[in-house]
């Protein structure tokens, strides 16, 4: 008993500890990615003519992309342009805005105003010399992402990943506050239907095959389908007659002798034997003097 009870305790340990680690690693998931799936994604230095903040300001601001297809919230953590103070700006919790959609982006104001809110740091963007801007970790040490802009930046052009959460850093042709840094005014495929098809003949060829092909691709679907209902219909058939050796239908031999036999006992049983003599008599008619013509009421009385 003492020996059961012991294997029992070690077994139920044993459960407790890999659900215990399983509850650590994913934690731990979570919590990575929640921090390191966060980019510097754009960064406009420079704000004469552009984008203003809620208070009808324009300054320079940094733009963060969620690069995950989970929600992020980035409270907590810290922005900075020192790299000897990397905890320079915390962003505050209790933000529901904070919470960053999958592949959406937060804008954070560089106009050294955090009493402004949330989302305006509290530090500038030189436009004379290199801005170091860093991501930290809601720890004050992990560096999440960081990037240098370099200075002579020109007046509402923005630097930033060529394509969202991307390596590639480049001036952008044109600024993309809180939307993807690589949007499309065309669309490539009807642009080359325009160049190389004007008339439309192609894309109508196109369209009619599609339709034929597709009309094609029912009938022999639904002409196997039939196919396949017909054969299982003959296989129940045969399964209920209890003779898999004929066909549907057909009456086998011993059923046909056994009708035979029956008929021909029946006929014996019933039917009268008949006489082949016909025998033909006059029919005789009694006179009735009330159905004859030669008497008319017209006829006068006799004297």
Same mark, same amino acid.
């Given at each position: 008993m003492i020996i059961f009870l012991y294997k029992r305790m070690n077994m139920i340990n044993k459960k407790t500890g890999w659900? =215990?680690?399983f509850a650590l690693l994913l934690s731990t998931g979570i919590q990575a990615q929640r921090t390191t &799936?966060?980019?510097?994604?754009e960064v406009l230095v420079i704000n004469e003519d552009n984008f203003v903040d809620e208070?009808?300001?324009?300054n320079g601001w940094i733009e963060v992309f969620n690069t995950s297809a989970g929600t992020v919230n980035v409270a907590g953590c810290f922005l900075t342009d020192d790299p000897n103070n990397p905890k320079k700006y915390p962003i505050p919790k209790g933000d529901v805005l904070t919470k960053i959609s999958p592949y959406q982006h937060a804008l954070f104001w560089a106009d050294g105003i955090a009493s402004h809110g949330t989302f305006h740091v509290n530090f500038t963007l030189d436009p004379n010399k290199e801005n170091y801007i860093a991501f930290y970790d809601s720890d004050g040490k992990t560096l999440i992402d960081e990037i240098v802009i370099s200075a002579g930046q020109k007046p509402d052009v923005s630097y930033g990943r060529l394509i969202d959460g991307k390596d590639k850093w480049g001036i952008l042709p044109k600024v993309t506050p &809180?939307?993807?840094?690589?949007?499309?005014?065309?669309?490539?495929?009807?642009?080359?239907?325009?160049?190389?098809? *004007?008339?439309?003949?192609?894309?109508?060829l196109t369209a009619m095959s599609v339709v034929f092909l597709g009309l094609i691709l029912l009938y022999l679907i639904f002409k196997e389908i039939g196919i396949i209902s017909i054969a299982a219909g003959k296989r129940r058939a045969?399964?209920?007659?209890?003779?898999?050796?004929?066909e549907p239908g057909e009456? *086998?031999?011993?059923? =046909?002798?056994?009708? &035979?036999?029956?008929?021909?006992?029946l006929d014996e049983d019933v039917h009268d034997i008949e006489r082949t003599i016909l025998t033909i008599q006059k029919v005789k008619r009694t006179y009735s003097p009330w159905s004859s013509k030669i008497y008319s009421l017209r006829e006068y009385p006799r004297k």
């Open positions: 659900l =215990l680690l &799936s966060i980019r510097i994604n208070y009808g300001k324009r &809180s939307t993807n840094n690589l949007t499309l005014d065309t669309n490539e495929k009807i642009d080359n239907f325009k160049t190389n098809d *004007s008339i439309g003949i192609g894309m109508t045969k399964k209920a007659a209890g003779d898999e050796n004929h009456i *086998s031999g011993d059923v =046909l002798a056994a009708i &035979s036999t029956a008929l021909f006992e």
